[in-house]
């Protein structure tokens, strides 16, 4: 984060997306012992984690939004029971970013630019 200082140009802004630490389907898969991240994945962030860190190295928040992904039919159908079970928590991610509380969606998404 440090070095992106330097290719950002004066005046822009860096977009950082990441999965939520706290997001209802990393909850429901850790109660279950397993983890659905992508391999490429090798740390998560709460919305609070992830503005500390930028802090920390030059970057202040201007924005943030959250996402949830779409899970596909053949996904659902080929994962059986756990893909239900995913999709009704994804079903219950996206009702809760609708009655304000979209911090618990699966993924964040910060538009930062360097601190003043």
């Given amino acids: 984060l440090q070095a992106l200082h330097r290719l950002v140009a004066p005046g822009g802004e860096l977009v950082v997306t990441t999965p939520n630490a706290s997001g209802l389907l990393n909850t429901a898969a850790a109660l279950a012992g397993r983890e659905v991240n992508h391999p490429d994945h090798v740390a998560m962030f709460s ?3 992830l503005q500390n860190l930028l ?3 030059g970057w202040e ?3 943030s939004a959250t996402y949830v992904p779409v ?3 053949g996904a659902r159908r080929q ?3 756990m893909g239900l079970a995913a999709a ?3 079903a219950a991610e996206r009702a809760a970013a609708r009655l304000g509380a979209p911090f618990l969606s699966d ?3 910060v538009r930062c630019r360097a601190a003043r």
């Fill in 47 to 49: 919305w609070r984690t």
């Fill in 55 to 57: 802090a920390r190295h």
């Fill in 61 to 63: 928040v201007v924005e």
């Fill in 71 to 73: 899970m596909k039919e």
């Fill in 79 to 81: 994962s059986g029971a």
């Fill in 88 to 90: 009704a928590v994804l």
């Fill in 107 to 109: 993924g964040l998404i």
